[in-house]
């Protein structure tokens, strides 16, 4: 049972990694704004009947607390990763994303006293450093390009601040759910994402909104499902071991994306993404066996 993070991190992995492939073909038919929110809404029918096989856990001042501070800034994520991805080539804007693990090794030492062990950090850093190599292939100026292209992308600013908000929101996550459940705070938190976030992607996306039909909502049915998987399985996760940990296992996400881009998408590069995937793996033996 020790270890049976490690299993809930990897089907979050999975699940987040299959749920962005689904969602990759979803962005071809319509507005991101728009298709972002539906993803949301449709994980809520799978979050919200997980609700009523929980019981009701008593909830003090200190969880409204986190909630409300957690819950604009999760907001302020999406949005801020659907500025990068379309501001800025992804190439440029996506290994960011990998330095939330990093940054948690501060922000939940802050928020929570957690501490990681020297072999821990050593694989987190691994993973980090792997998960970034994965698009060395793209990097035609140099490994260094997307440091260099910062003062140019604005996207490049965007994500590192969602990575530095997400290494935030999953600390407070598991501050939450401490004070409550993690199946309750997941469900609860991700239904006031939708909520909050439903005016937004309508204003956004007010020029598309004409155009959605029924093969649009059928094409946002298993991101949806998937997201909410990974939900589940992320709270879960996140209440058995230390934040930094399971954000970095969550990661490999990143490598079962460039899978699910060489199997479905036909993206070329895959060999050359083995030196960072095998860093990846090698970061995650590390973390299993020695943290």
């Known amino acids: 049972m020790d270890n049976m993070w490690v299993l809930l991190a990897l089907i979050a992995a999975f699940s987040l ?8 073909k979803s962005l071809r038919m319509h507005n991101e704004y728009i298709i972002a929110w539906l993803r949301l809404l449709f994980s809520l029918p799978l979050l919200i009947a997980a609700c009523f096989i929980i ?3 008593e909830l003090s001042r200190d969880f409204y607390i986190i ?42 030492y802050f928020f929570l006293g957690e501490t990681v062990s020297d072999i821990g950090a050593v694989g987190i850093i691994l993973i980090v450093a792997g998960s970034y190599m994965l ?3 793209q990097f035609k100026k140099g490994i260094f390009e997307p440091f260099i292209a910062i003062s140019k992308e ?10 530095l908000i997400y290494s935030i929101t999953a600390s407070l996550g598991k501050a939450a759910i401490g004070l409550s459940s ?14 909050a976030f439903t005016p937004i992607a309508f204003y956004k996306g007010r020029d598309s909104i004409a155009d959605l039909n029924f093969k649009v909502f059928k094409s946002a049915l298993l991101p949806g499902l998937f997201y909410s998987i990974m939900i589940i399985s992320h709270v879960i996760a996140l209440s058995l071991t230390k934040v930094a940990y399971m954000i ?10 460039v899978l699910y881009g060489y199997y479905i998408f036909k993206e070329s590069g895959i060999k050359e993404r083995l030196f960072g995937s095998a860093m990846m793996l090698s970061g995650f033996i590390l973390i299993v066996l020695y943290k």
């Open 17 to 24: 990694a299959t749920s962005d492939a689904f969602t990759k």
């Open 55 to 57: 019981p009701f856990p």
């Open 67 to 108: 909630f409300l501070v957690a819950l604009p800034l999760e907001i302020i994520s999406i949005i801020l990763y659907i500025k990068a991805l379309k501001m800025s080539p992804m190439s440029l804007t996506l290994p960011f994303l990998s330095m939330t693990p990093l940054f948690l090794i501060i922000i939940s």
């Open 135 to 137: 698009n060395i292939k």
């Open 154 to 163: 604005k996207g490049s600013v965007y994500m590192i601040i969602v990575a």
């Open 182 to 195: 993690p199946v309750f705070f997941g469900s609860v938190f991700f239904t006031a994402v939708v909520i």
């Open 248 to 257: 970095s296992v969550k990661r490999l996400s990143l490598l079962i994306g």
